[in-house]
């Protein structure tokens, strides 16, 4: 019942989802250096002794 259904997979329905894929990278690229750095920070930081 479903087989012809998904037995297409051309530029229409891959093309969204590349976009998104794509904006998801970039998003990453922008932002990931400064998250990196800000997670290296919390966690290079010596335990509080209490």
């Not at 019942?1 to 891959?14: K, N």
């Not at 998003?27 to 290079?44: E, P, S």
């Amino acid at each position: 019942m479903f087989e012809p259904l998904l037995a297409y997979i051309g530029p229409e329905t891959v093309l969204p989802l590349t976009s998104v894929l794509a904006g998801a990278m970039g998003v990453a690229m922008m932002f990931g250096r400064n998250v990196l750095r800000g997670l290296g920070r919390i966690f290079r930081r010596p335990p509080r002794v209490e």
